[in-house]
């Protein structure tokens, strides 16, 4: 009987470690509390900014009036560009895109100058800006 009793704590013992360790390794993917900031300068064409890691990169960008602006999700997680309304509306640029999935893209043609700051509606914390000379 010792050895039955012995048998089953050992085969206890052995679950839970092996529990804890299933339950260790399944994590989650926190975004970045404050990406980098990056600012650039683009020539007229088509400027990109790349959504990746969650965040815009770059984070201002810089263009004449009249450019069209590309953003290129590259994500592996859905996202959107969706203009901020105290800075948007006032100036006539109201933008906003589907949601975007990996390798998809979505283009706005800034007429005005201004300053455009956005975000992205799934994820709030993802925050950038267009200035547009």
Do not use: E
Request: proline residues 9%; positive net charge.
């Amino acid at each position: 009987m010792p050895c039955t009793i012995q048998r089953f704590h050992w085969s206890v013992r052995v679950t839970v470690v092996a529990m804890f360790i299933m339950i260790a390794g399944c994590t989650s993917y926190a975004p970045p509390a404050t990406p980098p900031a990056t600012t650039q300068s683009q020539a007229p064409g088509t400027p990109t900014v790349t959504i990746q890691n969650f965040a815009f990169s770059p984070a201002t960008v810089t263009v004449p009036r009249g450019t069209t602006v590309t953003w290129v999700n590259q994500d592996s997680a859905s996202h959107t560009i969706v203009s901020d309304a105290q800075g948007s509306v006032a100036q006539g640029a109201v933008f906003t895109s589907n949601s975007l999935v990996n390798g998809a893209s979505y283009s706005f043609k800034f007429d005005n100058p201004g300053t455009y700051p956005y975000h992205c509606s799934i994820h709030p914390t993802m925050k950038a800006t267009v200035i547009v000379t």
